[in-house]
């Protein structure tokens, strides 16, 4: 099954369509296109032809009727914070800004849930919720819109605990590919009323439906929160303290890795004066008690795999300065080879096969010259590797991309995922096939049935 | 946009050419055709043309793809426990009976995850977990198959803490209507590869593929359980203190409500002595502290709510005893009144609009004389309602037919879903536009996209 090539008839009456709908909230201005097809990735990205800001669910469902009469892409946008090239405009067509529509609708506390516009950005959200003492945990490093955080089905660091994007949206407002307006789910916990198109559209990219609005779970802020942080002489051992704290079933809010190469960065970037070795990074939450004895037994775990001493923050601002540098890890990293591009890339294992997985890359990684800072959210068995490469320099481009693919081809063998967080966009539309198989063909027949004509975000996690 | 109806242009043909594939694992024996369209609801039932009795997935594969050939409906059964008339065959076609795959293929105790057919229930599989000190925890009550309980999206009294098989369903193996043989995911915890194809499959019951293998998510058994009984005077009491109890952030293992109907039906079936009033039977997972912890918080918050003492169940048996009267509330409710026939339903609120569904319905209920049971999964803002009803007295079916209806609209005006848990089937089909709305457009373009001779138990979620 192939896709119709989306191809405008006439570009110029779409914008004409679309100045009239939008005014001057409608833009052909080239420094505002360009800054609407780069996202943190190292892909290559094309420039739409127009920008669109849009303000309500209603606004967006005009605009997508306009654009599909006229056969003309629509790339939905909110914060360029993605990795995988989501935004780049390969055929055209409309980049869909979202970012006005940033409002917190409801904020239902009884209920542990609040209504939100796709452009309202994690961080905001957390600032609007702080009063009512309940937060929402999802956080993929970037302060991303909460829209792209569920259209890239986004996780980070509160994952293990928590879940990710999949497990904490309750509905979805979308405009679909004809202009209709669908609200997937109710505001209730569960359901078993239909096809589940709440999980549908979390991960779909922009490619069946542009999220406007939805509702999201929230949690109580903890009564207690501790962080600490345990160094390791050897990486393994490291992992094996976290299948062992997984198994015994700790309720960790967050367990990360950072290898040697990226503490390095991190002490050099966030001013840190962490031993340069593998280490975890870890946060508890509960009430005093339960996080004291989760700390324990965490502690017995991993000095039963030589970690070292734990180094406890317990005061806020300790606690806010360790986890900054490991949101920062991705500049952190870049500025260790400034004028270096970051080849980033994310993969996904079981976590019994993690060493495996981190082992063959690092052995790759040595035979090369190329440095690569490592982090990874392990407890989900997650890992994210940043090669540091001159663009200008073909050959390490070259071999820093087969490192790569080896990577995500080692990953697939261990029954992993190409991707855990980070999405297909167009970085991993190669691997699709490899790690789907037959299941790629039923994605596809559900992208042609819901948008015949490939107005959604076209190039992205197929190839036309 | 309509179904092709299903239809068979030679049934012969379809049974001659299965019953080369299967030899005497093809049936048309009348009580076993009866005995495969029976399920626990009311809902009335048509037997299938013929039975087959599959072995491996490669086998469905090949009756899927003979039946397709023909048109002919495919309706896959597991244990036969569902509620709202899935497995009934209103346009003829095979009852796919999978209950002989019942391999439990591989437990792998690192990762917390294992590989199953679908034909393996829970209880077996729980079982078979038992001397690895691991646990499968969705309970939804009946000893159903793990197939059908993915099929459905069930979850139970364990879901306010552990999720529902949305949430525990890591991979599924599906035969598609072409007879293509699908899996839907890797085996690690997190993914952004492509459409969520195994949350699609999850509550598709069975219309967009025939599951036959799946991988599910592992938990530790606890090193501490413990379970008790609390009474209220009046259920919006019960009520308010689950609400306080879930913003609190406690980690409930179960926390579940039986009003004072249900009460007294369990006290008479089970041989019990509870107060009959409503009450709310909770338990608690953690090691000692921490429950220990959590059971003197919650009795704090019942106390403020008027709940009467916390009756414990500290000895393993008394335990038992306790939950498995809640497992058998259906049987107990169905044995207050011999010879008539239980009308179940269930709905799904925001917790927080739960006190103002129950008491609609019991004011409908206070208006009529039938004896209705009811018990919820209340953590989740979930519960269910047995109306007691004489088949042969058409008034009396009418009018809990009215009070059923009411109960659904009134709960989708709360915001809630039309079922949290039992799935549309024939029986909620009638309520599935007022739910979706737009959204039914969306998924019959899915399953017209996937079944495009709607060959997979047609009939179920959308009339033809």
């Not at 997508?64 to 939905?76: D, N, Y």
């Not at 669908?182 to 709440?198: E, I, M, N, P, Q």
């Not at 270096?340 to 495996?356: F, H, M, N, W």
Request: hydrophobic share 45%; proline share 4%; charged share 20%.
């Amino acid at each position: 099954m192939s896709f119709q090539k989306a191809k405008t008839n006439d570009p110029a009456a779409v914008l004409a369509a679309l100045s009239a709908l939008l005014g001057d909230r409608l833009t052909v201005s080239l420094p505002i296109r360009e800054a609407h097809c780069r996202d943190e990735s190292w892909h290559p990205n094309v420039t739409p032809d127009a920008v669109a800001f849009a303000e309500t669910t209603e606004e967006v469902a005009e605009i997508v009727k306009i654009c599909g009469a006229h056969v003309f892409p629509v790339i939905a946008f909110g914060t360029g914070t993605s990795l995988e090239g989501h935004i780049s405009a390969p055929h055209g067509g409309l980049s869909l800004d979202l970012s006005r529509m940033n409002r917190v609708l409801k904020v239902n506390a009884e209920d542990l849930d609040v209504h939100v516009e796709a452009g309202v950005t994690r961080k905001a959200l957390n600032v609007h919720l702080r009063d009512a003492g309940l937060f929402f945990p999802i956080d993929p490093g970037a302060d991303a819109s909460l829209g792209g955080m569920a259209a890239t089905r986004a996780s980070g660091t509160n994952a293990v605990r928590y879940g990710t994007m999949r497990e904490n949206v309750l509905n979805i407002t979308a405009v679909m590919a004809d202009g209709s307006v669908v609200r997937t789910a109710r505001r209730a916990r569960k359901s078993a009323a239909g096809y589940d198109l709440t999980r549908l559209l979390v991960g779909s990219e922009g490619t069946l439906g542009v999220i406007t609005e939805l509702t999201l779970r929230l949690y109580g802020i903890p009564e207690a929160i501790s962080s600490g942080v345990v160094s390791f002489a050897k990486f393994e051992n490291a992992i094996d303290a976290v299948i062992e704290t997984i198994q015994a079933g700790l309720p960790m809010a967050r367990i990360e890795f950072l290898d040697e190469v990226q503490v390095a960065a991190c002490n050099r970037y966030s001013k840190l004066e962490l031993p340069e070795t593998p280490l975890l990074l870890v946060e508890f939450h509960g009430t005093e008690a339960s996080v004291a004895e989760q700390a324990t037994r965490f502690g017995e775990i991993t000095t039963a795999h030589g970690g070292g001493d734990f180094n406890w923050a317990t005061k806020a601002e300790d606690r806010t300065k360790l986890w900054e540098a490991r949101h920062n890890a991705l500049y952190a990293s870049l500025a260790l080879a400034p004028g270096k591009q970051g080849l980033i890339t994310d993969v996904c294992v079981p976590i019994s096969r993690l060493a495996e997985a981190i082992k063959g890359t690092k052995d790759d990684l040595a035979a090369s010259n190329i440095v690569a800072p490592m982090v990874g959210h392990v407890g989900d068995g997650n890992f994210h590797l940043i090669m540091l490469v001159d663009p200008a320099n073909a050959a390490e481009v070259a071999e820093a991309q087969a490192i790569h693919d080896r990577m995500v081809m080692r990953v697939l063998s261990l029954d992993g995922t190409c991707t855990g967080e980070h999405g297909i966009g167009e970085g991993k539309m190669k691997f699709l096939e490899a790690e789907h198989g037959e299941g790629v063909a039923v994605m596809r027949a559900i992208k042609q049935a819901l948008d015949p004509h490939n107005i959604l975000n076209p190039g992205k996690i197929f190839s036309l």
